[in-house]
Every structure is written in C-alpha cells, then in structure tokens.
C-alpha cells in the first residue's frame, strides 16, 4: 500500500478537527460545560482521545473555538443571505439578529461560552475568533464607522453584553427587547434583519435553528456550499 500524499492527510486532519469542534458544541449544548469531558467529544466525534491534545491545549480551547466557529458562519451565513445586499444598516441589523438569535436558540451554549470568558483563562484567540471579528469590523465599516478600531470593539461588547443578559440564569431579559436596545443605538428600523414573530413566541419570523452540523462540515461539497 502506498503511502498517503500530503493533502490527503491534510484533508483527513481538517475533517477530523472539524468533527471535535462540531461534538464540543453538541455535548455542552446538551449537558453544559462541566458535564462534557475530552473523552466525551473524542468519542461523539470518533476519533482517538489523543487527537484532541494534538489540535487543542485543553477543554477550554476547544469549546471557545467550537463556539466562535458556530458564531462566525451563523453571523457569515447571516450576512450572506438572500437577497445580498451592501446596504450598511441591513447588514448591522442581520449581524444583531445572528448573534441574539444564538442566544435565543442555544441559552445553555452561551450560557457556558460567557461563563468561560470569565474563567482564569478568559479570552483565548484562536482563528475562529478572527475571523468573527473580521466579520464584525467590516459590519462597522459598511454601517459608516469612521472609526472601526474604536467602534468594532462597542459593537462586540455590546453584543457580549446582549447575549449575557439573554441568557443570565434566574432574570433573563427578552431578546426583542434587547434587539429595540441595539436597534435604537444604532439607528435600524425594527423591520430590517430578521424582526421578531409578531406571535409573541420570543422567536422569529424565519425559522432556521436546528442543525448545527452545516457549520462544521466534513463534506468538501457541503463545506464549499
């Protein structure tokens, strides 16, 4: 047999690291962060325990990038969607939208993700966190920031804050009323992005919540889509 070529075991590592990021969000949007081990998400993903240690430092690392991936393509896919459009206050409207929708859709996800920024560790970079910030500053630069280095940051921390509030345990606050908070300041009309379900459910009017799996695709077709 001969030996495997470099991009095919480049293509097999990235699926496998995609199938580790994919069961770390499904196990602690499902059991929460302290319930889910390494070996949980190696065995959810099926690959061997030591490749978690090879890709991720530890528990925490993982977690954060599973969850700022998830962020990022529902905040990409969000942006994106049809019909396109460079309009800057649209754009603001479906980045809000995209983050509150997360926290409407996966309270205990966030839950744990905020709960972990206020660990020893805090923040962790990782490349899935650059590319949500990539997103975010361009979202302030097309909204007309003439200052995105100051503005992106707000918009962040005003978003983090958003999310914390939607998710806090015992006193949550609805997310139609943090989404007039964030539309007032930024001066959006309510039906731009994706309003709120005049039903009153606490949802929206488009309904796209359940599979994650997209977002971590081992398909090259599917991820190419």
């Not at 699926?15 to 319930?35: I, M, P, T």
């Not at 606490?202 to 599917?222: V, Y």
Request: one cysteine or more; glycine letters at 8%; hydrophobic letters at 40%.
């Amino acid at each position: 047999m001969s030996p495997r070529s470099p991009l095919v075991n480049e293509e097999l590592r990235r699926r496998s690291k995609e199938r580790l990021l994919h069961a770390a969000v499904e196990l602690v949007d499902e059991r929460g962060y302290e319930a889910t081990t390494l070996g949980d998400i190696a065995d959810r993903a099926g690959s061997a325990r030591g490749l978690v240690s090879y890709y991720f430092p530890g528990k925490r690392q993982l977690v954060q990038s599973a969850v700022h991936r998830l962020m990022h393509r529902t905040l990409e896919e969000a942006l994106e969607r049809e019909p396109r459009t460079d309009d800057g206050g649209e754009r603001m409207a479906r980045a809000i939208d995209a983050i509150l929708g997360l926290a409407r859709d996966r309270p205990v996800l966030m839950r744990q993700h905020m709960a972990g920024l206020l660990q020893a560790e805090g923040f962790l970079p990782c490349p899935e966190q650059r590319r949500l910030a990539e997103l975010l500053s361009d979202t302030v630069a097309r909204h007309g920031s003439r200052d995105v280095e100051s503005d992106y940051p707000m918009l962040r921390a005003l978003l983090m804050g958003a999310v914390y509030a939607a998710v806090m345990p015992g006193a949550p606050m609805s997310v139609p009323m943090l989404r007039a908070e964030l539309f007032k300041r930024y001066r959006l009309d309510w039906e731009m992005g994706v309003p709120p379900d005049p039903g009153g459910t606490g949802g929206t009017k488009e309904k796209d919540r359940a599979d994650m799996a997209r977002f971590f695709a081992t398909d090259p077709e599917t991820q190419s889509k």
